[in-house]
């Protein structure tokens, strides 16, 4: 049996783990779709929303974005104490 490939770079390990969680959170939407249409008084719409929020925030790189932006507005506040 072969051995999976684990790269050494951690930009290459981040964007296949990015590209894991992408392909399971799509997974899971297909299914609750899925279990949403055939059951009537759509029991499973919160859980839903919340995956489609997770693959929205995770396609578009919003954590990213976020700690890029607290980084830069703690240091413009050391700045100014400074």
């Keep these: 049996m072969e051995e999976p490939y684990i790269p050494t770079d951690p930009y290459k390990a981040q964007q296949r783990l990015k590209q894991a969680i992408k392909f ?23 859980h839903l929303i ?14 990213s974005k976020i700690l890029k932006s607290i980084e830069r507005l703690i240091e413009s506040i050391k700045s100014l104490l400074a």
Excluded: G, R, W
């Design 24 to 46: 399971t959170l799509q997974c899971l939407i297909s299914i609750y779709i899925a279990l949403e249409i055939s059951i009537p008084p759509n029991p499973y719409k919160t």
């Design 50 to 63: 919340v995956l489609l929020s997770l693959y929205i925030c995770l396609k578009h790189d919003i954590p």
